[in-house]
């Protein structure tokens, strides 16, 4: 039985896609070893439910605005993003607790808790890169902090002793293009609840599911309410999924008897998979788009951009209906047809890839190589 430290950017939870991953991941490793756990929590955050005695939760970092903006000022070299969870006092707390208990492996979850392995001296950190924050910042703000951005995740990358895992064969090149390291890849986690809805018939509706309070959602479906949905006939039902909407756009798809906001569901596959399709329309953020692969999981297909598709394995390209403009998703949704055998072919499909939980595999070792490929 191992022992291991993780170290993360949120709560775990089912909130949204990265959350879960951690949920699952630290439930999977904690069936046979020990589970220390570290997360940041705002106030307004929902309790971590743990489902294992493996798992303790040493300590909750408290989270806000105020205490964001005073770590930010320690590191004024290094852009915001990585700093605002790290402080002096919280790094020494880590490192008396490292000491103490002699852990087989750090890991250290989302990119704003990379700073810290830096400053930690360990025979086996992990880091587990959601995204290649250059990549997201060089889609906002006409790519302005992208320079600032790759300066400090380069530096924090190559001072860094530590093993980097990343979620797609796009990001690993790209963090090899970047800044010349060999990352690992390791598949998602898919709650069991996905893996056994299976589509019953072709709902007359489509879906939209995300987290609504991260921008590169919301501003997404705001551009569809205003640039796309009102073009698209009178006949057209859509059902959105998932916590966090603001009310501006509450208000403006009130104005639509055929929008229904369903909010956050426990098990929200079983509406994913028998609508229609999800529609996906970001122009924004980085990674691997977990909630498109959760879709395809459910046997239905995706219509989105590029940018949403970005990192999705190509065995499922026949499912994946591109549109970047307002013109495109007009006609890509009103000319869309499906079969029930059509989605049952992609869930079988699903179904037989093959999932690789190098991750995992990596976290028990207690002596892997940097360049190590899993």
């Known amino acids: 039985m191992k022992k291991i430290l993780y170290i993360t950017a949120f709560v775990p939870s089912k909130t949204s896609a990265g959350e879960n991953f951690s949920r699952q991941l630290i439930d999977d490793i904690a069936r046979e070893n020990i589970v220390d756990l570290?997360?940041?929590?705002?106030?307004?955050?929902?309790?971590?439910i743990r489902n294992s005695e493996?798992?303790?939760?040493?300590?909750?970092?408290?989270?806000?605005?105020?205490i964001k903006f005073l770590n930010c000022l320690m590191f004024p070299f290094f852009f915001p993003l990585f700093t605002v969870r790290f402080n002096i006092s919280r790094l020494l707390f880590l490192r008396k607790l490292i000491t103490r208990n002699n852990y087989d492996t750090i890991l250290m979850d989302f990119s704003q808790t990379f700073i810290y392995s830096v400053f930690i001296s360990h025979k086996h950190i992990i880091l587990n890169c959601h995204d290649v924050i250059a990549q997201r910042y060089s889609r906002i703000y006409g790519g302005l902090f992208k320079?600032?951005?790759t300066f400090t995740e380069n530096t924090i990358f190559n001072k860094s002793k530590a093993i980097i895992f990343c979620h797609s064969h796009k990001d690993k090149r790209l963090i090899h293009d970047l800044y010349g390291i060999e990352a690992n890849v390791t598949s998602l986690y898919f709650d069991?609840?996905?893996?056994?809805?299976?589509?019953?018939?072709?709902?007359?509706?489509?879906?939209?599911?995300?987290?609504?309070?991260?921008?590169?959602n919301s501003d997404g479906l705001k551009w569809f309410l205003k640039s796309v949905y009102p073009f698209l006939g009178n006949d057209l039902y859509v059902k959105i999924i998932g916590s966090g909407l603001p009310a501006g756009l509450l208000a403006d798809m009130k104005r639509y008897s055929k929008i229904e906001y369903m909010g956050f569901l426990?098990?929200?596959?079983p509406v994913i998979s028998n609508a229609r399709a999800l529609i996906s329309p970001l122009f924004t953020g980085a990674g691997i788009k977990v909630k498109v692969m959760e879709s395809l999981a459910c046997g239905t297909p995706v219509i989105g951009t590029r940018?949403?598709?970005?990192?999705?394995?190509?065995?499922?390209?026949?499912y994946l209906i591109n549109a970047e403009d307002q013109n495109s998703f007009i006609t890509r949704i009103t000319e869309f047809k499906i079969q029930l055998s059509d989605k049952q072919r992609l869930k079988a499909l699903f179904l037989s890839y093959n999932m690789n939980n190098s991750l995992k595999e990596a976290i028990l070792q207690e002596n892997v190589s940097k360049k190590t490929n899993y």
């Not at 570290?38 to 971590?48: E, G, I, N, Q, T």
């Not at 589509?199 to 921008?215: H, I, K, M, S, T």
């Not at 940018?307 to 026949?318: H, K, Q, V």
């Open 192 to 216: 069991k609840t996905v893996k056994e809805t299976f589509p019953d018939y072709c709902g007359n509706y489509f879906v939209f599911f995300a987290n609504w309070r991260r921008p590169d």
């Open 38 to 48: 570290v997360f940041f929590r705002y106030s307004s955050d929902s309790d971590f």
């Open 54 to 66: 493996n798992i303790k939760i040493v300590r909750q970092f408290k989270n806000n605005s105020f």
């Open 147 to 149: 320079p600032f951005v």
């Open 266 to 269: 426990e098990n929200p596959y």
């Open 307 to 318: 940018i949403s598709f970005e990192g999705i394995p190509e065995i499922f390209g026949d």
